[in-house]
């Protein structure tokens, strides 16, 4: 666990001002008890191993942007809000799938979210032990299934539920709101928002309760203490969790945007925009697995590449976001207590 | 210890380049479609001839890149390289590519009518018509006029096609391009193309699989996984005016109809073929060659397989669901495979 920090390093002013820093360094270095070789090799092993994720992580950039030069030439920014995909004459625009991206997102993370709170507080606030672990686990146990899986579940078991009794029960009732209107498909932004919900569930569950249960328990007793009821306990763990459960969602709203497989299978893959949740959609990272093994022309492929880095940065984003907020709640505590 | 080390060492390199000089290895990459025939085919020669192929099913348009970049010794593709392509390969490789046919495969329209059975007929004004969107409905009278024996219900005409990109979608849109001049002019031919309707499955499954569950659907499939899960198909009208069904034989037939347009370098899409019998949205798949390489050895190798793929092969390919190509077809291959510079 020894590190080099400045003092170890740095020459004494005092009585070693004649000899040459470097060969103190070495002395320091070879002295036993103080620095050996075999740290210094130690330290910078793992220090190689730490930079060669990062240049991969700079690899892939300057890889994805040099590759997307083409089609960065000739569509400029135009590239992010031109609607129309047509690889045949070579014309591309990437806003139907940042656009169905964002939105079939957004209904995947707006249905988890209250759900995997109220899954949250149940296993930390009010379940009873024995309990707590199976459930916990089972949570859990949703993240681990492969998305092919509920893909499948989607083409097979949802999107025939949706198609014949959810969708027309919402076209029926609901048919004057925009989102609730055209013919009822079955594959769909609403299929794939809803196998989004299926898959971060899990993720934004586990992450709030570990949150929640991270919350010091004198709080509880203290408010216990002074007369609240249950429900107002519950009230105050969750406003001192509010970071951490906007972190947990961030990191599922990561996962959504990136997620291929299942969402491929279900949303119809029409890149369109289109503010009905019956319409078929398509997002950037199902547009990739779809077309690019046979992107024969230059610009075609380059054009998919430019999606890829735009998934690319908009993952970075939301990333760094959920880091700065995880980031921001442990420097409050840190302040609090 | 280190000696031992050497000793080891020295005897792996021995080894590895013991067996890679006793079995020579072809390396191809490309187009998924034929992947099934392909293995058998490098199976069973390379238990008659000890030579071992490694074919990596990228998809077409990886395996074009791969030939013009000279990856790999031989490449294969649904749709042949245009011109563009292999003028690129001849600036970056110095030699000329030629296109071999292999086996051939065909797009069926498959639908989902409660009480139509197999067998709804469609004509190419008709089909180019539900895709472009023009007929919605499946009582239109362009339909029941020509499927007088089936009740054709008041019913939205639900269309499917593929997402991903794919060697079945740009015969397809090929076919329509070649009938219809309003899909020329919008839509046009390629393995993803700008659909004007209809929703997207990825892969043969996953057109079935919105088929299936979709009552009112229409959608079309590889012949191949048609015939696998028995789906119900449509036949169609070809040019000489008969409405065909998507057997080996008409697709076959439909490479023989051709064979007097049949360019020299076998560069050609076979959609809407001459010939009473010929199923029109039939095509070939094709192996990319180099006509000069540099290793001649492998290249003889190769020039050895494509005789026997052409010749004894053929006999796989109907138990795989391919069809076999036409003897019109094989004699025009075997008078170019000798062009293949072995010296």
């Known amino acids: ?337 | 210890m280190k000696n031992k080390i050497k000793l080891i060492l020295f005897g792996l390199i021995i080894l590895i380049s013991s067996v890679t000089s006793a079995q020579m290895k072809l390396n191809g990459a490309g187009a998924t479609f034929p992947y099934v025939i392909y293995s058998k085919w490098f199976d069973v020669y390379h238990q008659k001839t000890g030579i071992e192929f490694n074919y990596q099913s990228i998809g077409s348009g990886g395996g074009i890149k791969q030939v013009i970049e000279g990856t790999v010794d031989f490449g294969a593709s649904d749709a042949p390289m245009s011109d563009e392509q292999i003028k690129q390969f001849k600036d970056k490789q110095g030699s000329e590519i030629l296109h071999f046919p292999t086996v051939m495969g065909a797009v069926v329209v498959t639908y989902n009518l409660p009480g139509v059975g197999k067998g709804l007929k469609l004509t190419p004004e008709v089909l180019s018509g539900i895709y472009l969107g023009q007929i919605t409905k499946w009582n239109d009278s362009r339909i029941t006029s020509i499927n007088s024996g089936w009740y054709l219900p008041n019913k939205a005409i639900f269309v499917a096609h593929r997402s991903d990109g794919s060697g079945t979608t740009n015969i397809f849109s090929g076919y329509l391009s070649k009938i219809s001049d309003a899909w020329k002019t919008k839509v046009g031919q390629g393995t993803s193309v700008n659909w004007p309707v209809g929703l997207g499955g990825k892969g043969n499954e996953g057109v079935a699989g919105i088929v299936k569950q979709t009552s009112g659907s229409i959608g079309y499939v590889e012949l191949a996984y048609a015939v696998q899960n028995s789906l119900p198909y449509a036949t169609l009208k070809n040019k000489a005016g008969n409405f065909v069904e998507p057997t080996f034989e008409n697709v076959s037939s439909a490479a023989a109809g051709f064979i007097k347009n049949m360019p020299a370098d076998l560069r050609v899409e076979i959609t809407n073929a001459d010939g009473k019998n010929s199923y029109p949205i039939s095509g070939f798949t094709w192996l990319l060659i180099t006509k000069n390489m540099k290793n001649k050895s492998k290249a003889k190798a190769i020039v050895d397989f494509l005789k026997w793929a052409v010749s004894d092969g053929q006999k796989y390919a109907k138990d795989l669901y391919y069809a076999p190509l036409p003897k019109e077809v094989i004699k025009l291959e075997e008078k170019k495979i000798s062009t293949i510079a072995l010296k």
């Open chain 1, 1 to 337: 666990m020894v590190s080099f920090t400045k003092e170890q390093i740095e020459v004494p002013k005092s009585d070693e001002v004649k000899t040459s820093s470097l060969s103190v360094l070495f002395s320091r270095l070879l002295k036993p008890g103080g620095k050996n070789v075999g740290d210094f090799i130690f330290e910078n092993t793992t220090r190689l191993f730490a930079f060669i994720l990062l240049s991969l992580v700079l690899l892939m950039a300057y890889e994805m942007f040099s590759k997307s030069l083409p089609s960065i030439h000739k569509f400029g920014w135009g590239f992010i809000i031109r609607t129309t995909w047509d690889p045949v004459h070579d014309e591309f625009g990437a806003l139907p799938f940042i656009f169905g991206t964002l939105f079939s997102s957004l209904i995947g993370l707006l249905i988890a979210l209250p759900l995997s709170v109220g899954i949250a507080i149940f296993l930390s606030e009010l379940s009873p032990h024995w309990l707590e672990q199976p459930v916990s686990l089972l949570v859990e146990l949703l993240a681990a299934i492969p998305s092919i899986v509920y893909g499948l579940f989607g083409i097979f078991v949802m999107t025939p539920w949706l198609r014949d009794k959810v969708e027309p029960f919402l076209g029926n009732h609901f048919g004057f709101l925009p989102l609730f209107t055209g013919p009822p498909y079955g594959f769909g932004m609403l299929a794939a928002g809803l196998i989004l919900t299926l898959m971060i569930l899990p993720i934004i569950a586990s992450i709030s309760r570990d949150v929640m249960k991270a919350i010091p328990g004198s709080m509880r007793e203290a408010a216990f203490a002074l007369g609240a009821t249950k429900w107002e306990v519950i009230k105050i763990v969750l406003s001192s969790s509010k970071s951490g459960i906007l972190g947990a969602t961030l990191l599922g709203l990561g996962r959504a945007v990136g997620e291929t497989m299942a969402v491929t299978m279900v949303i119809g893959n029409t890149p369109g925009i289109s503010s009905s949740l019956f319409a078929p959609g398509y997002t950037m990272a199902s547009v990739l697995a779809n077309e690019f093994t046979e992107a024969t022309s230059d610009l075609y492929a380059s054009s998919l590449i430019e999606i890829a880095l735009l998934l690319f940065v908009l993952t970075i984003i939301l990333n760094a976001a959920a880091r700065f907020i995880v980031w921001s709640v442990t420097k409050k505590y840190k302040a609090d207590y």
